[in-house]
């Protein structure tokens, strides 16, 4: 089992940052994608981001390429978000796969974080 615990969020200014945290533990080493998905009221979970643990390729969604960058330190993801608008608002979540391809498929993740709100206000 991995359980991830994400935190980082809060309230800021548009044009302002954040930097999220997604810590895993468990059995840290069976899984090797990590990702972010956000999801705002009324809306449908959409992918922001994902990292192969392993070759530290990543894959961003269009709406946030250049604004939020992702790394990873041992057993921790940060998705630094820079620039942000009120449409980032949203829970961001943190997710992990075991392997394959940096999905954007919120079905394709086995793990997930409990969630942590960031609102952007204009």
């Known amino acids: 089992q991995v359980q991830l615990v994400d935190s980082g969020g809060g309230l800021v200014q548009a044009g302002g940052s954040l930097r999220l945290s997604c810590t895993k533990s468990g059995r840290t080493f069976s899984t090797d994608v990590m990702a972010w998905f956000r999801q705002a009221p009324g809306k449908e979970r959409e992918f922001v981001a994902a990292?192969?643990?392993?070759?530290?390729n990543s894959n961003y969604a269009d709406s946030v390429k250049g604004r939020f960058t992702l790394s990873r330190d041992f057993a921790t993801v940060y998705l630094q978000m820079n620039s942000l608008k009120p449409e980032d608002t949203a829970v961001y979540y943190c997710?992990?796969?075991?392997?394959?391809?940096?999905?954007?498929?919120?079905?394709?993740?086995?793990?997930w974080g409990q969630g942590t709100q960031v609102t952007v206000s204009s």
């Open positions: 997710a992990a796969r075991y392997s394959g391809t940096l999905s954007p498929y919120p079905s394709m993740y086995t793990y």
């Open positions: 990292i192969s643990e392993t070759t530290g």
